[in-house]
């Protein structure tokens, strides 16, 4: 076998695959929760490469300072229970002008849960956690802008006091709460909303700011665009998207910081008690999410606060913090499976080509690589085959033929290969870190009283040395995945009769915790395609805008016979003759302009395996435009056991930079060896996705096998950008301009406002690996696992005052979850809210909306999961100067049914002018708000 390189304009470039692959994106890797002294060690702080050296000194300073006063507001609002003891700051490799550094061991930009970037253009300088979960569930992490801390002054003047905001995005990120306050226009959560009360004459309704206090808040309406009086939308019968209410008192108001961080001296969070009291009621994205439970309810809940009981407040909670910095290299570590069953689907032969690959192309000059070969337990069985050493053009040839010359033995000590790994890194003298490759294909099966992986489990833990898992094969040991997961690591399945492409992905995928690079230096992957069983392939790819720079082509060949490669790059053909029957053709193009080109590869004999595969970086001055795809459970295995069996969602997130692109088509591909399945995502906020327009697409997967045994699957995205797919660069300059602490730019239940900046993407395609997913056991479950899916957009809106109509409108579910279609939709209200909240509707309470409210030829039809529906309903059925509080029912044909959340409608008398809260004046229209309410 060989690699076949064709070098363009005398250009030559040893290269580096960066994936940036967030196998569940889990939140802790690094911050632990002591319980002895209940307070969290090691909480993690990165900064991007991308935060240039000069804003060193006041982005450290003021880090350390957000921390230590977030540690106080944290142990008080929690009455003693949790603070911060000790934080690792991760600098950029290239801050070599900050002192006093000591160099990282094994933390990685991807582990921090806090991360430092540039100036975001959806949440601008306001620090924002990334949620993609449910109530309880951990964030991604914490990010903020360096401008937070070199602006620290006008920071804590326009954002709020620095400690209560970092513990309003602590909350967030390690609870899994939300916040408690609405946004400027949004229809789920809206910055104002009418409070129902019942007395004796039946019930009043107030307009009221939509803030979770302990007390009535003091304050002002304010028009964020002009600085003048707010003014009602006549469609909602609200004050307007450009309206927000400032807080600015009483002295007593206390909680919520998850309502008003920005409040000083507010910082408790609400409870159960009359004293910091929870407002269940309001339309907040933590009531619906978190079924109106109070924050600090879901708070003790959390595994931090087992046992918990109030404390007196004593402690010092002044953190220590250390300055880390990357160095030149991780160091790595393949440990392979040398044992009989791999002579099976030629996987030895495949695992020597994929690992010789990864040597020659990924492996840049001088990073540490070792191999150790394992099987039985004697010294020729299981050993370190190449110690590590700095990887060279010198010493590489010689590495490559030791791969050629591993042989196969009998039984599979996966423990023992570990243990071989552990003392690999030791001899080359990592103590703690490094990064280790584990590949097999069978189960544990050892004489002699071998080693499990469990006998050695806590030893690579507390060595911290991260595994990348890979297995091979259908028969590949079960439990290897809880070896990334306790490490931090990665894990991936190949399966057999496929292509080089998941074992090439899964190799590379170690290079993630390389030292982090700048945005314009990331390597991205245009095309990704693997063909079997064919004589000729014509493919064509892209070069956009967002690329172009050092373009490589490979095609990875097994082959019978000599294969031509045909290229038109920039308008030079090249024709090249591979004549090895085995091995990888490589061309490498210094820039490219954008264009369609094509490469065709052809054979006078059939081509067993040829991946394709295309990568490029983005122009100098220009942002890269990029993929990341992942699922909710990491790498957990699915697991059906319990009265409600657990879900699993794909998700993939695509920016230019930190631009979220929208409209794009973007297809998960997950393969179990029975053919792919295809799943298309969506970032429409239809549950799973949770905020529409944000660049994150999701979609569950439910198209698992049934009756049968756990079961892995590989997952690719596959992104295509189309005429109408945009880019969302965020707010106005108007709004901008004004943004406030009282107006956080983004996000309720959308990134897309009426003056969001919205840039036509033009067309692209990118492919991202997501590495594998485990689905447990799903025997005896039934052809009925799921009910439908809850429909998270239920909203009424566009009047009609000529016709006398207003729109119910909603985006259809599935039969289960998001996929199929539903047997009935069912539309309930009720003046109640109580009767139309919880996790039942009495329908004999209730009202039905049945056709004969519809205007025109509509019915409630099920349309397919993913469509929208739009039904106009008569005016004339509902009452002046009542709310209304509308629910709908999706039930599948076995009866299983979901709820939706719940819009209001109400009819009071507003005005289209300037406005004051509780003040009633001018005409009469109808106030329409849809808010997300669960009870």
């Known amino acids: 076998s060989s690699i076949f390189t064709v070098t363009t304009q005398n250009y030559r470039m040893k290269h580096k695959l960066c994936f940036v692959l967030l196998f569940g994106l889990a939140a802790s890797n690094s911050v632990t929760y002591n319980t002895k002294e209940n307070c969290y060690e090691d909480l993690l702080v990165a900064i991007s490469p991308d935060v240039p050296s000069s804003e060193s000194e006041a982005v450290i300073k003021n880090i350390k300072e957000w921390i230590t006063q977030g540690s106080e507001v944290l142990y008080k609002a929690t009455y003693g229970w949790a603070y911060f003891k000790s934080v690792k700051i991760l600098l950029p490799a290239t801050w070599e002008n900050v002192q006093n550094v000591t160099t990282a061991k094994y933390e990685a930009f991807e582990d921090a849960e806090v991360r430092v970037e540039t100036q975001n253009p959806i949440h601008g300088n306001f620090p924002f956690t990334v949620q993609n979960g449910g109530c309880g569930d951990p964030g991604q992490f914490i990010q903020t802008s360096s401008e937070y801390f070199t602006q620290s002054t006008e920071s804590e003047a326009n954002i709020g006091p620095y400690g209560q905001i970092f513990v309003h995005n602590w909350a967030k990120l390690r609870y899994g709460v939300f916040e408690e306050f609405g946004y400027p226009g949004d229809k789920l959560y809206p910055m104002f909303y009418y409070k129902q009360v019942w007395t004796a004459e039946g019930q009043t309704n107030t307009l009221k700011p939509n803030l979770c206090s302990n007390m009535v808040p003091e304050g002002s309406e304010v028009d964020q665009v002009n600085g003048g009086s707010c003014s009602f939308d006549t469609k909602t019968g609200l004050p307007d998207a450009h309206c927000v209410y400032v807080a600015d008192g009483p002295a007593g108001l206390t909680s919520s910081i998850m309502g008003i961080p920005y409040l000083k001296g507010n910082n408790k969070f609400c409870d159960e008690t009359e004293e910091h009291i929870h407002n269940s009621d309001i339309p907040t994205k933590h009531n619906d999410i978190c079924d109106g439970q109070s924050i600090f309810s879901v708070i003790k809940k959390h595994t931090d606060f087992i046992g918990y009981t109030k404390k007196n407040l004593t402690k010092d909670t002044t953190p220590t913090f250390s300055l880390l910095r990357p160095g030149k290299s991780q160091e790595f570590i393949m440990v392979l499976d040398t044992s009989n069953s791999m002579k099976k689907f030629d996987r030895i032969g495949r695992v020597k080509q994929a690992a010789k690959r990864f040597l020659q192309l990924d492996i840049e000059d001088n990073v540490p690589v070792g191999i150790v070969q394992f099987s039985a337990r004697g010294p020729e069985e299981t050993r370190v085959v190449q110690e590590i050493v700095p990887v060279t053009d010198t010493n590489r040839p010689a590495i490559l033929d030791l791969i050629d010359g591993l042989t196969l033995h009998v039984d599979t000590c996966l423990g023992d290969g570990l ?340 840039a036509p993407s033009g067309m692209f395609s990118r492919s991202e690996s997501g590495g594998m997913i485990t689905v447990g056991s799903t025997k005896g479950l039934g052809s009925n696992l799921y009910p439908p899916g809850k429909i998270n957009d239920l909203s009424l809106g566009s009047l009609d005052f000529v016709e006398g109509t207003f729109e119910v409108s909603f985006t259809s579910t599935g039969g289960d979850l998001d996929d199929g279609v539903v047997a009935s939709n069912q539309l309930f209200f009720s003046a109640n809210q109580t009767l139309i909240s919880g996790d039942l509707v009495d329908e004999a309470e209730v009202e039905l909306v ?58 009071t008398e507003v005005s289209n002018s300037a406005m004051h809260l509780g003040l009633n004046l001018g005409m009469i229209m109808m106030a329409l708000a849809a808010s997300w309410l669960t009870f």
């Open 419 to 758: 243990k071989m790994g552990l003392k690999a890194l030791k001899d080359y003298g990592v103590e703690s870190g490094g990064v280790m490759i584990f590949l097999t294909d069978g189960r544990y099966s050892c004489d002699n009283a071998g080693l499990t992986i469990e006998d050695v489990i806590e030893e690579v833990v507390a060595q911290n040395a991260r595994v990348i898992t890979i297995a091979f094969g259908l028969s590949a040991q079960q439990n290897i995945e809880d070896l990334a997961v306790r490490t931090g690591g990665r894990a991936y399945f190949v399966n057999d009769d496929t292509g080089p492409e998941e074992l090439n992905n899964a190799l590379s995928g170690a290079l993630a915790f390389q030292p982090s690079m700048t945005s314009e230096n990331k390597e991205i992957i245009i095309l990704q395609k693997t063909f079997g069983s064919v004589k000729n392939i014509q493919e064509t790819f892209s070069i956009d805008q967002y690329i172009g720079r050092d373009l490589i082509l490979e095609v990875d060949l097994n082959s019978t016979a000599d294969v031509t490669i045909e290229t038109n790059i920039s308008g030079v053909n090249q024709n090249s003759t591979f004549t090895d029957n085995i091995g990888v053709f490589n061309q490498s193009i210094p820039t490219v302009s954008p264009g369609n080109y094509f490469i065709n590869v052809l054979s006078n004999e059939e081509i067993t395996f040829a991946t394709m595969k295309i990568k490029s970086k983005a122009p100098s001055g220009v942002l890269p435009l990029t993929v990341e795809c992942w699922t909710s459970i990491g790498g957990d295995a699915l697991d059906f056991t319990g009265e409600n069996p657990a879900k699993i969602a794909v998700l993939a997130k695509v920016t230019q930079g930190q631009n979220p692109i929208i409209g794009a088509e973007v297809v998960a591909t997950l393969d179990m060896g029975q053919g792919p399945i295809e799943i298309h995502l969506s970032d429409e906020g239809m549950n799973p996705d949770t905020i529409r327009g944000d660049g994150i697409y999701a979609r569950y997967f439910t198209q698992f096998t049934m009756n049968a045994e756990e079961t892995r699957y590989t997952l690719k995205c596959d992104v295509t950008g189309t005429n109408t797919s945009m880019v969302n660069q965020g707010a106005g300059s108007l709004r901008t301009s004004r943004t406030s602490s009282q107006t956080p730019p983004c996000c309720g239940s959308s990134a897309v406002s009426e003056d969001s900046v919205l």
């Open 850 to 907: 049945n056709n004969d409210f519809l205007a025109g030829n509509f019915t409630f039809d099920p349309l397919p999961a993913t469509e929208v529906v739009r039904l106009p309903v008569t005016m004339a059925m509902f009452n002046v100067s009542e709310q209304y509080y509308f629910r709908l029912k999706a039930m599948d044909q076995d009866g299983k049914f979901s709820l939706s959340n719940v819009a209001r409608l109400f009819i």
